[in-house]
């Protein structure tokens, strides 16, 4: 059986993530959530992972203002906590990023942890207990290329070509939910242009830079409860969209990754959506906001934002070649000012001046 998705768009807190519920019986939703007027509220966020070395939490403080930039929190004690009692601590990177790599302690199917945060102010936070649920493998990964014809403010038809990523999976039958979230990655290739030998610079050697493009769609979430849903495959589950443009003229290689988690996440999300469809808003005044499984240790009357949880990760590639796209549309993005052959846009000459961009080569590029 084949999904066709919908985009919707929510607005959550600072983290600017949006929610997709994804079913066959008709529950299919779009909700919409807008940022009114609030006071800046804690904000924690963060998971660990069985099959990845790096787990993450950032804290900060929300904005009232939606386009605001978030407040992160410094100096924070933070760790996870398994069954045994034993503590992890995470080690602060960039301010308010936290993260803990467990080379030494792997992270197995069915274990239990739970997030333990203190404040250099003494405000101590705590999470409920997650457990790490089996993983489902992506079965197959690819892209479609889609058109859209939108009607300009002159009465004019313009068309736009997108790039659509889609996956396969297999529900498994067992007695463990699935319940499954998307995200979509993508970096992309750009090389420096070779300068003509003479009349420029005959001294200049093109670099290669890797562009880490971020999340295609950084406004959505995609999730799929697979409780409802029969067993066998399910195809064409849309996880990321990107409109062709000069970028694809050289490699792209699309990273998709799916979360297993369990059904107290899963629920966080769903939550969202309710409050949303009966026209309330996560930032009204209780019971309507939507709190996650953090709380203030000592005062449970704080509200915190934000969720913690344990998940199961599978990773699927799709590498996208100029040759496999009709790029007859897009002109290349470097190309000299006429009759002036060694004057470019400056990333075509330095392009480590790209936002993301690195001269280190991902080792999973072909």
Request: charged share 20%; with cysteine; net charge negative.
């Amino acid at each position: 059986m084949r999904i066709e998705m919908r985009h919707i768009s929510i607005f959550l807190v600072q983290l600017c993530l949006g929610g997709l519920l994804l079913s066959l019986s008709g529950c299919i939703e779009a909700v919409e959530l807008a940022s009114s007027e609030i006071e800046a509220e804690l904000v924690i966020s963060g998971s660990i992972s069985s099959g990845i070395a790096t787990h993450q939490v950032e804290i900060f403080v929300s904005s009232p203002f939606g386009d605001a930039v978030p407040d992160y929190v410094g100096g924070a004690s933070v760790a996870v906590v398994d069954e045994l009692g034993v503590s992890y601590p995470f080690t602060e990177g960039e301010t308010g990023r936290y993260s803990w790599k467990n080379e030494n302690r792997p992270i197995a199917v069915g274990e239990s942890f739970y997030l333990q945060i203190v404040l250099d102010d003494g405000r101590e936070y705590r999470s409920a207990v997650e457990r790490v649920p089996s993983s489902i493998p992506i079965q197959n990964a690819y892209f479609e290329i889609k058109t859209d014809v939108i009607t300009n403010e002159l009465g004019f038809p313009l068309e736009n070509k997108f790039l659509d990523v889609f996956v396969d999976i297999e529900l498994p039958s067992r007695e463990e939910s699935s319940l499954l979230r998307w995200e979509t990655e993508r970096v992309y290739v750009f090389q420096e242009v070779d300068w003509p030998k003479p009349p420029c610079d005959p001294r200049r050697f093109p670099r290669t830079c890797y562009v880490f493009e971020g999340k295609t769609q950084p406004q959505e979430v995609i999730l799929l409860d697979g409780d409802e849903l029969q067993v066998g495959p399910v195809e064409g589950i849309w996880v990321g969209r990107k409109r062709l443009d000069s970028t694809f003229n050289q490699l792209s290689v699309f990273t998709v990754v799916q979360k297993s988690s369990s059904r107290t996440s899963f629920n966080y999300w769903q939550d969202v959506a309710t409050i949303s469809s009966e026209g309330g808003s996560i930032f009204d005044a209780p019971p309507a906001p939507v709190r996650g499984n953090i709380v203030n240790a000592n005062d449970e009357r704080e509200q915190v934002l934000g969720n913690f949880e344990a998940v199961n990760v599978d990773t699927a590639r799709v590498i996208i070649f100029p040759t496999d796209l009709d790029q007859n549309f897009v002109p290349p993005y470097c190309q000299p000012v006429r009759f002036r052959p060694c004057e470019y846009y400056a990333p075509c000459l330095f392009c480590q001046l790209i936002p993301n961009s690195t001269l280190e080569r991902p080792d999973y590029l072909p």
